[in-house]
Every structure is written in C-alpha cells, then in structure tokens.
C-alpha cells in the first residue's frame, strides 16, 4: 500500500505542478485511510466512547464496598472519623471499681464479669456558633487573648509582643527547683507548705506530723488567677481528701505556689492532708517528648496561638506531661470526686454516646488515671505537637483523646480502659444547671434522690463543668448541696459563689 503511494507521488506531473501532486496524495490517502471512519455503525461508536469515558471515571472515583458489609478497621490510618471497635461494659458499682469498663481488645484486664458490647469512635465537631459564642465571653473576661477575627499573621504579632506576659513560659527560681520539690514530696518530706525559700511560721505544725504513705497521685494545674479558683476549687481538693485520705496532690500553678496560695491551702496541711503547690518546669516536663520541639517554637514566637486561651491549652499538654513524667491520676479543679480512685488504672472517661447504639462519640481528659510512661499518653503529647489548632474549642482536649484513642485501640501495647459516662461525666454540660437546682415539687425531689443514689452507686467523679455552671448558685436539697455536704472535709465555708471560671 505504501510503495503505490509513493509510486503515485513519484509519477505525478513535473515540478511545475506541484500543488497538483499534492492534491492527488491527500486525495489517495483520504480514500484509503480516513473515509472507512465514517462509515462506522454509529451506535458502534457511542458505545466505544462510552466505555473510554467509563474507564476514564473508574480511574478517578473508586469506590470499594466490601460484602458482606461490616465495619473496616483499618488500624494504621490517622483520620479521626474512622471507626474503631471498643468492648465495653455498662454496669458499674462500687465492688468492681477495678475492672475495665470500655477496653481496649487488647487489655488483659478486662473483666468478663460485666456485659460487653461494640463502640466505636467518631468525629464529632461542636457547632461553629457555640464556639463563637463561648469564645467571645472568654475575651470578656481574659485580657491575655489576641482579638477575636484576627489572622494568623496578626496574631503571631500580637503574640510577640506579649510574650513576656505569660508568665507561664518564663523560668524562674520556683520553677527550676521543680523537680527536686516534687521527688521530695511524693517521697514523703514534702508538702509541708513550703514555698520557695519561705515558709509561714504555722506550717511546722503539719510537717512535724507524719504523713500518710503515698498511695495515690493526684494532679491538678491551674494557670489562672487565684482569684477565679474559689471555694469549687477548695471543694474539688475536699471531695478528693474525703474519698482518697491518703492521696498526695500536686496542683502545678505559679499562681497557687505563693504567699496566697499557701493560705488556700493551710487549711488542708493542718488536718494532715498532703498537698502541694509548685511552679512548673515545662522544658523538664517536655523534655524527650514530641511537645519539647513545639514548646521551644511557642516561646519563640513562632506558634500562632489561636483564638482559644493559651493558657487553657497548656493545661492540656501540661497535665498530659505530669501523667507521662510520674504517673497517678489527674482531674479538673471542677471535679467533685465522690469515690476512691485506688482500684483504677490506665482509664479515661467517656463524655456522651449515642442512646440508641451505645457507642461513645467523645472522650473527655478532665479525669484521667494513667501509669508512668503509659505509651497512650505519649500518644496524646505527640497528637497535640503535631495537630495543635489555638482556633477550635476543645481540638487540643476532648477531641484530642478521642481522636487518638480512636486509631491505637487494639494495637499491642495500649492497654487502657474507656469508662462510660456515669463514671465521671454522669451529667453533660447542657443539662449541668439541674444539678444545682433545688426540688420545687415531688416529681423533682424524687428526681434528686435518684440521681444521687446512681452518683453514689456508679459515679467515681462528678465533672460540675465549671465554664457552664460558674454563675449558678447552689440552691438548698439540690444535687450538688447534698454532695457538699457528703463529701466536704472543712464543711464551713464552701458556698460556690458567682465566679468568672476560666478553665474545667
């Protein structure tokens, strides 16, 4: 075919008609090559550009349905919407406070005593215009925020230039003496009131005491005025002395460890209750974990501190590094503890669940029990460096806990457990104002006795969401006045007054 063409080409008029040869070639090969084209059957065709733009979508959309359905777990992604399974048990009282509730598959402590079920984590997101509208009252009452609706360029300038502000960040003479204060008092020579190089002349009196053996360790941080902590805070430390006598709490604080934070805390030494307040060393408590990196960029100056106050997400990572570095039992200054926390360990709480499935959709980190150097809390740190987000409510908490305990669940060497929300959250924070109303009728007076009798049967804690409730009074037979009553150990001046809380 090819050598008659050329054949054609070649035998064509001379040079002088050369447009002629021309015309004859593309005449000759029009015929032999293109014209068969068109007389394809045309249905014929639409079916061939069919399946070549069939395939074409297949490439770009896949869509893998396994069958029969079922969940898939897939371990090793990090998005925190993928489902995940979690046995758990409902059933809680007193005489097993030591069994896994909600476990890991993997944890060998789970008890086959209690009624298992599937859970699984998902994301949950709080809707945009109950942030904003609890981010506008926390700029109402906390100066140490950049402005509401800034960039991120503005806020990183706002942010260097108050730096030296922040007390938080900046090391100082209690500060460095952090560690040795700590091995001394959970030792047993500490926590005598001791501040610095300072001590009231009434402390002797409780260190001459001696003190009781270390059993449990409890923490607590508070990186706000002492002003805002309150008789709520005194009652969370009296509840936890009342059901734990012979725990040792540390409330890391450079605002508790002062002059003033020692008569706050007087009271407890000279009953023999062992408490300390130090100023933390967060370069020591950071140090080999993912956060050492991020805190040196934040004291820098090259971490946008979002809209959230910073200090409430120090707090976070703060409490995350104290479980890590020693090991005990951390809770929210609005946690009222109503049981003994010796028979937990390595739990978490979950915050609500969906009625109709069971399952859990967040976890919460206002009460977390956690042995030294559990690889779930190094998680937890290593979350916060890598996603921290200043700009969304409870990113760096609640949903930080979640998200992680949603991909490690089940893989080898994360044994933890997930307690239901009666544990320590038997009440959300949009139905926390019933908690300290008083019985108007029968119907309500049987209504709190119920529920204080299932606090007092199932709960260990009770979480008083103190961002949502701090303007509440606490009026006479309500739920919370019969667990002050319960669970006080001063039981003379607890009165939970109009507080602009700024943390729990």
């Not at 898939?72 to 995940?84: C, G, K, T, W």
């Not at 974990?289 to 934040?298: D, G, I, N, P, R």
Request: proline content about 6%; aromatic content about 12%; overall charge positive.
């Amino acid at each position: 075919m090819l050598s008659r063409f050329l054949k054609l080409i070649m035998s064509s008029p001379p040079p002088s008609s050369s447009s002629s040869r021309y015309a004859i070639a593309a005449a000759f090969f029009t015929k032999r090559f293109v014209s068969p084209c068109f007389f394809l059957p045309s249905a014929l065709a639409a079916l061939f550009f069919f399946l070549l733009l069939t395939c074409n979508a297949l490439s770009i959309f896949c869509f893998q349905i396994p069958f029969p359905l079922k969940p898939i777990l897939d371990r090793d992604r990090h998005l925190p919407q993928n489902a995940v399974v979690i046995e758990f048990g409902e059933s809680l009282s007193s005489s097993s406070s030591s069994s896994s509730y909600y476990s890991s598959p993997s944890s060998s402590s789970s008890s086959s005593s209690l009624p298992s079920s599937i859970m699984y984590a998902v994301k949950e997101e709080a809707p945009l215009s109950r942030a904003r509208k609890t981010l506008q009252l926390v700029h109402k009452h906390d100066t140490m925020v950049p402005p509401l609706k800034s960039s991120s360029r503005q806020r990183l300038r706002w942010f260097r230039m108050n730096r030296t502000k922040f007390t938080i960040l900046q090391t100082s003479k209690l500060s460095r003496q952090f560690s040795a204060r700590v091995q001394e008092f959970f030792e047993g020579a500490g926590g005598d009131g001791v501040v610095g190089n300072t001590t009231a002349s009434s402390s002797s009196s409780s260190s001459d005491a001696s003190p009781h053996p270390c059993e449990l360790r409890v923490f607590m941080t508070w990186i706000s005025s002492l002003d805002n902590f309150g008789d709520r805070g005194v009652f969370a430390i009296e509840s936890l002395f009342k059901s734990n006598p012979d725990a040792c709490l540390l409330i890391a604080s450079k605002e508790m460890d002062s002059r003033r934070g020692y008569e706050l805390l007087r009271p407890f030494w000279s009953r023999g209750y062992r408490v300390m307040a130090a100023s933390p060393d967060l370069s020591f408590l950071f140090e080999s974990t993912s956060a050492e990196v991020w805190f040196e960029k934040l004291r820098k100056g090259n971490v946008d501190p979002g809209e959230v106050p910073l200090g409430q997400n120090l707090s976070n990572l703060l409490r995350l590094a104290l479980l890590y570095k020693y090991g005990g039992a951390y809770i929210d200054a609005d946690v009222v503890v109503v049981k003994s926390f010796a028979g937990l360990r390595n739990t978490i709480g979950a915050q609500t669940r969906d009625e109709g499935t069971g399952r859990w959709s967040r976890l919460n980190n206002a009460v977390m029990i956690f042995d030294k150097n559990h690889p779930l809390v190094y998680k937890f740190i290593e979350e916060f460096a890598l996603t921290f987000d200043g700009n969304k409510w409870g990113h760096n908490g609640p949903y930080l806990v979640s998200r992680v305990v949603s991909r490690v669940s089940g893989r080898p060497g994360f044994e933890f457990s997930v307690m239901p929300p009666i544990a320590f959250y038997p009440v959300d924070w949009s139905k926390v104002r019933c908690l300290f109303h008083g019985p108007r009728d029968k119907h309500q007076f049987k209504w709190v006795l119920a529920k204080l009798g299932r606090i007092k049967k199932d709960s260990f804690a009770v979480h008083l969401w103190n961002r949502h409730s701090s303007g509440l009074q606490v009026e006479d037979g309500s739920v919370v006045s019969h667990l002050m009553s319960s669970f006080c150990v001063l039981c003379n001046s607890t009165s939970f007054p109009k507080l602009p809380a700024t943390e729990g």
